[in-house]
């Protein structure tokens, strides 16, 4: 071979081998040892190919002189490249020539430069729909929040006068108005929790939940947060057993907040259980932190279902043993809450076992990061 | 205002496909506060113009022109949470590469710009076809068309695209411009009475105007 061409070719991107008869390596020029390997003389040509079903067969293609061959080759990198071969026969020696698929990568670059720039305008559009979708939502709760505003009043004053007609006016009216009185009063109070639940989801989402924090000893938050619950208890003929730490300290919460969460979870307990079934509910202090639980002896709530506790307008099939109504929004509530005093809320249930609300607030409450 | 070390960092890494590097610098900015504005005028603009006369002067290649494009739209994507809340104002614009023309993120960068100021955008990519456009134009109704070329060599393209728009929409206003138009702008575009070459983003809205509206709230 001719010096120059020798130069050239030791100097070119291109594959260079020269073979004896068996296949095995000879000499390979510089971009061959540069990316294959610095040791090549010696080795047989199959070894630099990439024979995942050991079906290379040398022979066959150095027979198909002059006919271009894909070949993957196992680069120094680890990482295999598909070069195109080409072999000729001279003398005693094989010449065999590799160079790059030019054309694939050329495909494979502009394909993920297409696909970048897809991806990158479907973010976009993902991102603008997002924002669409927040300033939706925040005109949904003005609305959810001036609507729910605009009821309370109304509804306040019906639930008024049907308590008065019935404490008054009892004894002037028959069973059945009765009736109709005791039906408007219900129904009163559950729009009135329908509403305080809406007016309290709107400020979470418009981000205008505020706490009022004061030191308060958490015993007698709960001693407060009980109340409603045990006259409930008491007409289910279900035992609400307390039971709390003699020495509970003092913590930094929003007092009628935690107070709304315990009676929220305590109500939920004792409208899932059965008449004369018992609701536990405990207070301990314990490693710097409150922990509360309330545990009924329900139906339990399936497994699959859990995850709808605490998203909101999401009912559990689960049936209150009273026939009470639920909104669906007390728990993602009495989570925002139990959140914002940095604290967690957990439920574990069992079905034909019951249910168990916990929640922990540390001992500094919301002023602890 | 882009510290010039940080802009040489930026640069460097850039040019050395370093995605991740890029991406932290772009991070600190927004964690400093840095205006998008400023972001995308001093730091992608620049970076892209002085890469693409890199690539005219044959000092880079054309795939490395391209990884460089790759990297600072994949960047676009860590705006993007701050650029959709501004307020409102009522205006639509489609923003749009003309057909054959493969370079988009220039013309991303104006749609991000206007939604900055408060206008619904369209994009609708690289090489969209004419009639396609013009579909979308006459759905959407927009105040503005935005037409983004990067290659000189596809102004016969760009001239036939505004003229399909004049004939269908002759009362929209078109604007047009990107790196194909720094070797001058082509006599044929004065022949249109409703477009406007915006020669930056920085002009966009000097010359254009495009934030004198007033938003719809606070």
């Known amino acids: ?369 | 205002m882009i510290d010039q070390d940080f802009y040489d960092n930026y640069f460097r890494a850039l040019l050395n496909g370093d995605r991740l590097t890029c991406g932290k610098i772009v991070q600190t900015l927004l964690d400093q506060g840095i205006e998008i504005k400023v972001l995308y005028r001093q730091l992608f603009e620049k970076t892209l113009y002085e890469v693409g006369h890199l690539w005219e002067n044959n000092k880079i290649s054309v795939a490395r022109e391209h990884l460089v494009t790759a990297i600072t739209e994949s960047l676009l994507n860590m705006v993007y949470p701050h650029l959709f809340k501004k307020n409102r104002v009522s205006k639509k614009a489609v923003i749009s590469c003309a057909a054959n023309e493969y370079h988009q993120i220039g013309g991303k960068m104006v749609a991000d710009i206007l939604e900055l100021n408060g206008w619904d955008t369209y994009f609708l990519g690289a090489n969209t076809p004419t009639d396609q456009m013009l579909a979308f134009i006459g759905d959407i109704k927009p105040d503005m068309l935005g037409l983004s070329l990067s290659i000189y060599f596809n102004f016969p393209a760009l001239k036939q695209e505004i003229e399909a728009v004049n004939a269908s929409f002759p009362q929209l206003d078109i604007i047009v411009g990107g790196q194909a138009f720094r070797w001058g702008k082509m006599p044929f575009l004065d022949d249109f009475k409703n477009l406007h070459y915006i020669a930056s983003l920085d002009l966009l809205e000097k010359e254009f105007g495009i934030n004198d509206n007033k938003v719809d709230s606070e």
Request: proline share 4%.
């Open chain 1, 1 to 369: 071979m001719m010096p120059i061409y020798e130069t050239f070719l030791n100097e070119s991107s291109l594959l260079f081998f020269i073979l004896d008869q068996q296949g095995t390596i000879q000499s390979a020029n510089r971009s061959a040892h540069k990316f294959l390997g610095d040791t090549l003389a010696g080795k047989p040509f199959e070894s630099i190919v990439l024979d995942f079903y050991n079906t290379f067969d040398f022979d066959s293609f150095r027979q198909k002189e002059n006919v271009v061959q894909p070949l993957n080759i196992k680069r120094r990198n680890g990482l295999p490249q598909t070069y195109l071969f080409k072999f000729k026969t001279h003398g005693n020696s094989i010449y065999a020539v590799g160079e790059l698929d030019n054309d694939e990568l050329e495909t494979v670059r502009k394909e993920i430069l297409e696909l970048n720039e897809e991806l990158s305008n479907l973010t976009r559009e993902l991102h603008k729909k997002n924002a669409q979708l927040d300033a939706l939502n925040q005109e949904k709760n003005q609305f959810l929040g001036m609507a729910a505003h605009d009821l309370r009043k109304p509804i306040g004053l019906i639930l008024s006068y049907s308590e008065f007609l019935i404490d008054e006016a009892s004894p002037d009216l028959n069973a059945e108005h009765i009736g109709f009185l005791n039906t408007i009063q219900k129904s009163c109070v559950f729009m009135k929790r329908i509403v305080d639940d809406f007016l309290d989801v709107s400020a979470i989402e418009a981000g205008e939940f505020e706490l009022d924090l004061r030191p308060v000893n958490i015993g007698d938050v709960l001693e407060q947060g009980l109340r409603l619950n045990k006259l409930q208890a008491e007409k289910k003929g279900i035992a609400l057993m307390v039971k709390k730490s003699p020495e509970l300290p003092r913590l930094l919460i929003d007092q009628s907040k935690i107070e709304q969460v315990i009676t929220n979870l305590v109500s939920n307990a004792i409208e899932h259980s059965p008449p004369k079934s018992q609701v536990a509910v405990t207070l301990t202090f314990d490693a710097g932190q409150i922990k509360f639980s309330v545990e009924d002896q329900g139906s339990g709530i399936p497994k699959d279902e859990l995850d709808k506790i605490f998203k909101p307008f999401k009912k559990t099939s689960i049936k209150k043993t009273g026939g009470e109504k639920s909104t669906g929004l007390g728990m993602v509530i009495a989570r925002k809450i139990i959140e914002a005093h940095n604290g967690r809320i957990w439920i574990n249930s069992k079905v034909n076992k019951g249910t168990h609300v916990h929640f922990i607030l540390p001992e500094k409450g919301a002023a602890h990061e």
